[in-house]
């Protein structure tokens, strides 16, 4: 017991404590204590007496108000099922059968990721709108409100799904399928008794991320919504329009329930599945037929020519001159006014996610080093993987009120950060840190451990092991944390609604103002840009992690 102890303290670092006691600050500071205060706003008044649930019984007792859960729940239910139907069918395509172009397929599939969901009600706008491009063919549908949310978070969750699907899919034991193959078993029958039970715990999985997901968009409702409210634009209603930050947090921790029961479903679901490949799986072999690989081919081509039709509205709309009236060429769209923010709003925008990129794959690369390679500090370590996947649970616009309660303290010495770039790249990070955190954690626990223990008994200090060996050997890991961190600031739209400056608007927020006062060819060129650059970032990262392999 007493060598156990002493070995553990041996292998202690005065540094490493320090540097792992000031990453859990720095999480605890500016994450952990603005959630607290979003809390305190919810159960106090205007003046900061404590009122119980008081907060709540008036938002649940307002009619107009409480219909934003049922609205809610509803568009999500929608949503989840067909989302969750379409994504797996399009992911057994791509997997499970011998159709051709699989590889365009995939990359057309990942097109709603690269823009802001206010750009797929946008397009939807463009199609179905009262001088949409196919209204004008006669196909009218009632797209303002219900409907109009629906589809568009379909094609916003659409990704997300997909990708959990396509990977579980992908990866499989071949011989479960020749020995039933073998004994002459139906397709139909192997796939009711062997693929859909592989696949319940990430059917699970997709529900709730996929519910998750259209719970908390605001974009598609506050373009598309009109009289139809969900509680994302009662939020911004609340807060932004009528200054009541009470009654926001209210709403605020209602949006959190979803979002907090799938983080432990997730949990719980990553304990219990487990995956069937050893060194005795075969791949699994894809045979021809043709009926079936014509009818998945049609589907996905169908679904591939939506996201590419909602582009092509896009291109229409920045490069014609008054669509549907004037339909001449024109590249006056790509002027922007000055008063919605001009071609400024671009370079904020371009120059945020650089910095979120920058310092975001920084801060969440040491964080995952301290968390995977600090030894004899149990409790610490624990406590900091806690922290690491606790934003899953936590929607952006949550993120976005909290900080306005905590930094626009005059009290907080972290004022300052308010109203400048300082708060948006900082929401970013925290915003969406967890996935990248498991990407650096995955490709650290890959590192062998020898590496450390050789450096120690060389008395090679371990910051030289950092910089020398674990970031060479992680470069892939990187590469993939900044192309997530910098798309996904380019995009998002409610973890900074509430933050932006005037001085220093960002694009994803100009295109929801350029719409409201009209102006949607601008907002469609804008929206061309935000998709340019990504799709130019994602092109970049390709190319780095083939030249790392």
């Known amino acids: 017991m007493l060598y156990a102890i002493k070995k553990r303290l041996v292998r202690f670092n005065l540094a490493h404590f320090c540097v792992l006691l000031f990453v859990l600050a720095v999480f605890t500071l500016t994450f ?3 959630l607290g205060t979003l809390f305190s706003k919810a159960f106090t008044d205007s003046s900061g007496v404590f009122t119980g649930f008081a907060n709540y019984k008036n938002y649940f ?52 990721i690269f823009i802001p969901t206010v750009v797929h009600a946008l397009g939807l706008v463009y199609i179905f709108g009262r001088q949409g491009i196919l209204t004008r063919l006669g196909l009218e549908m009632e797209l303002y409100g219900r409907n ?70 605001f974009g598609a409702p506050k373009v598309i919504g009109g009289n139809y409210n969900v509680l994302a634009t009662d939020i911004y209603k609340q807060i932004a329009g009528q200054f009541n930050m009470n009654m926001g947090a209210v709403v605020g921790t209602l949006l959190l329930i979803p979002a907090v029961i799938s983080f432990i479903t997730g949990r719980f679901i990553s304990g219990k599945n487990s995956s069937s490949l050893n060194a005795k799986t075969i791949p699994l072999v894809i045979k021809k037929n043709f009926i079936r690989d014509i009818l998945f081919f049609l589907f996905c081509c169908f679904i591939a020519l939506c996201f ?68 004899g500090l149990g409790v610490l370590t624990k406590y900091g993987k806690l922290l690491a996947v606790l934003p899953l649970a936590v929607p952006g616009m949550v993120v976005g009120i909290s900080f306005i309660f905590f930094f626009n303290s005059k009290s907080n010495p972290l ?4 109203g400048t770039i ?13 996935v990248p955190y498991l990407t650096a954690a995955g490709a650290l626990r890959k590192l062998d451990k020898e590496f450390e223990v050789v450096a120690e008994s ?59 006062s009209g102006d949607i060819s601008q907002a469609a060129a804008m929206s061309l840009l935000i998709l340019s650059i990504n799709v130019a970032v994602r092109i970049l990262y390709e190319f780095v992690r083939r030249k790392c392999r």
């Not at 370079?347 to 969440?364: E, H, I, K, P, R």
């Not at 004022?415 to 308010?418: K, M």
């Not at 798309?487 to 608007?505: E, G, P, Q, R, W």
């Open 61 to 112: 007792g307002n009619p107009s108000l409480s219909i934003s859960v049922w609205n809610t729940i509803n568009i999500s239910l929608v949503t989840t099922v067909a989302s969750t139907v379409l994504g797996f069918m399009y992911a057994y395509a791509l997997t499970r059968t011998a159709i051709p172009g699989k590889t365009f397929f995939k990359y057309v599939a990942l097109i709603p």
């Open 308 to 375: 590419i039709f909602l582009i092509i509205s896009l291109l229409i709309g920045a490069f014609t001159a008054y669509y549907p009236y004037d339909l001449s060429l024109t590249l006056k769209h790509f002027i922007f006014n000055q008063s919605k923010g001009g071609i400024e709003c671009f370079f904020n925008s371009v120059w945020m996610s650089v910095l979120s990129a920058v310092f975001g794959t920084a801060f969440v690369f040491l964080c995952a080093y301290m968390f995977e390679k600090t030894d």
């Open 148 to 217: 109009g949310i629906i589809i568009s978070e379909i094609i916003y969750t659409f990704p997300p799904v997909f990708l959990l699907f396509y990977v579980a899919l992908e990866f499989v034991d071949g011989r479960l399928y020749e020995a039933c193959n073998s004994m002459g078993v139906k397709p139909m029958r192997q796939f009711l008794h062997i693929t859909l039970p592989e696949m319940k715990y990430t059917i699970v999985n997709a529900i709730f991320v996929c519910f998750t997901l259209a719970f908390t968009d």
């Open 415 to 418: 004022h300052f950060i308010y």
């Open 422 to 434: 300082a708060i948006l790249v900082l929401s970013n990070i925290l915003h969406y840190f967890s």
């Open 32 to 34: 952990i204590f603005p």
């Open 458 to 516: 060389m008395k090679i200090p371990r910051w030289k092991t950092f910089f020398r060996v674990s970031i060479p050997l992680s470069t892939h890991a990187i590469a993939e944390i900044a192309m997530y961190l910098f798309v996904n600031s380019m995009v998002t739209v409610s973890a900074l609604v509430f933050l932006y400056n005037a001085n220093f608007k960002i694009a994803s927020i100009a295109i929801t103002h350029m719409e409201e």
